[in-house]
């Protein structure tokens, strides 16, 4: 299974030792293809794992201060990223492993009992171009980076429609597709991760662009 750490920082930025999170801690295994997002309160981690070599996804929440988990799983074989929450509701992309691939955003009410993945809903079928998404804090908007001969842009998409309804900002020039997309925790910008390290915050100040490809995660 996996096991969750707290790493705490002191005033001056030095990291204290790492500390288990009693109880906290999920079956299955940690692959390249798994991914975490922890609640707006901080109170809940959301985690992906792989129960079997056929890369069947299940997600599980689970509650740092108890260890109450709950699992959802599947039996179709995929790919579940991009993990962010909205409330109480989990937003996730689906990308099947077979057949053409069409990234899928998806709603999970994680108050819901445990059980198939299907009782989430979906909420957008991303347009070419786009692999990853994020749902607004207020869960009305899903934001993503969708790469085109024009440029690159991040566009904003209603979930009551499916329309998009803004576009937030768009560099011209070959396409550089977005693999990854970290709000920041007033949800008002984001970074926008591209493969080679190119990492974007947009849409503050007019986007503001950084090289760093030795990072392997990040937060605000």
Known sequence: ????????????????????????????????????????????????SYRT?????????????????????TALSGRIG?????????SFVWSPTRGAIRHQVRLLDTALPGGDLKVSRPALTLPAGADTAVVSRDGATIV???AGRSGLSLAAYSVASGRQTAVLWRRSGGPSRVIRLIPDRAGGDLIAATPGGRLIVAPAHGAIEATAA???DLAW
């Open 1 to 48: 299974g996996t096991v969750f750490y707290r790493l705490t920082l002191a005033s001056d930025g030095r990291p204290a030792p790492l500390t288990a999170l009693p109880r906290v801690r999920v079956p299955g295994t940690s692959t390249a293809w798994s991914d975490m997002a922890i609640s707006q309160d901080g109170g809940t981690i959301a985690y992906v």
């Open 53 to 73: 070599a056929t890369r069947r996804p299940a997600i599980d929440t689970v509650s740092v201060d108890t260890g109450a988990r709950r699992t959802w799983t």
């Open 82 to 90: 991009a993990l962010s929450w909205a409330g109480r509701t989990l």
């Open 144 to 146: 993503t980076g969708v």
């Open 214 to 216: 030795d990072i392997a």
